[in-house]
């Protein structure tokens, strides 16, 4: 080993040359400086300790700044072979998880090697499945009561976070498990099985699909009840001749386009529950004969 190493030897120059370029020294001084120290560069034994580097260049340099002399024994230290395995042993757990990662990336012809020689390495695919499908199937069960058995619209608008959330995990399983189960389950196990897991991917669309239908529906509710409150408003405020025709025309119409609602939707259920009073309102407003 080299009682001065390259890093110290550099930091030292560097200090030499500044020194030179201050005008604190002359040429002759730092070029003999320079000699000193190769020389110890070329030696081999023990480093060279701080005492030395001083007692071999303050005499020709004494301008030069204490803390530099410290600076370069420090690195001039051999590491420790405590840090040396922890490095050792660092870049084995780096090299370590490199393999596992490869071994995990959604790639068949990686992952069918991986299955037959050692299916182990899988292990973190199989923890993450098993996370992904387990949140996946609690939040469809949360979703199901808040979009199958809603009784207000609100429930439906939380009632999709949770769809979303619950597709969002599933998107995070390997589709080709439904193609070829083998692969992911009989090899090296699954938590699952892939009818449930095409169980839950239908369970999910099943309820896009509804809360679409709802979102229809709710959105024509609210208009026709826009249009209802409108009407009420101007007959209320006394309209007369066409003003109260139109307001009428409208009345009814609002009626019509609630009943015509889906009867399986959250809207359609809540005008039903409306109708009887708005026609029992209506008749009394024109009579029994809407025209008069």
Not at 31 to 39: D, G, N, Y
Not at 157 to 181: I, M, N, W, Y
Not at 192 to 205: H, I, K, N, P
Request: hydrophobic letters at 40%; one cysteine or more.
């Amino acid at each position: 080993m080299k009682r001065l190493n390259d890093r110290a030897f550099n930091l030292l120059q560097t200090e030499i040359r500044r020194c030179l370029g201050a005008n604190g020294i002359g040429q002759v001084q730092a070029e003999l400086a320079l000699r000193r120290l190769e020389k110890l560069r070329q030696q081999t034994g023990s480093p060279v300790m701080e005492s030395e580097l001083q007692a071999a260049i303050s005499d020709l340099i004494p301008q030069a700044n204490p803390k530099v002399f410290s600076q370069a024994a420090k690195i001039n230290r051999p590491a420790s072979k405590f840090w040396a395995r922890l490095k050792f042993g660092t870049a084995l757990l780096v090299l370590g998880a490199g393999t596992v990662g490869v071994a995990n990336l959604p790639i068949p012809g990686i992952r069918n090697v991986v299955l037959k020689e050692a299916p182990f390495l899988l292990a973190p695919t199989h923890m993450s499945m098993h996370h992904h499908y387990r949140s996946a199937i609690a939040l469809i069960e949360q979703a199901d009561q808040l979009v199958n058995q809603a009784t207000a619209f609100e429930d439906h608008e939380f009632g999709a976070e949770k769809v979303k959330a619950a597709q969002t995990h599933l998107d995070q399983l390997p589709v080709s498990l439904l193609e070829d189960p083998e692969d992911y389950c009989n090899a090296a196990g699954c938590s699952f099985t892939t009818d449930e897991f095409r169980v839950a991917r239908q369970t999910v669309a099943r309820m896009e699909a509804k809360l679409f239908q709802e979102k229809n529906a709710q959105t024509r509710f609210e208009q026709s009840n826009q249009r209802l409150a409108e009407s009420i408003r101007m007959i209320d405020n006394g309209a007369l001749g066409n003003d109260r025709a139109r307001a009428l025309a409208d009345w009814r119409s609002a009626i019509d386009a609630l009943d015509q609602l889906p009867k399986t939707t959250l809207a359609g259920r809540l005008a039903q529950n409306k109708i009887t009073a708005l026609e029992r309102d209506f008749r009394a407003i024109v009579g029994s004969n809407p025209k008069n």
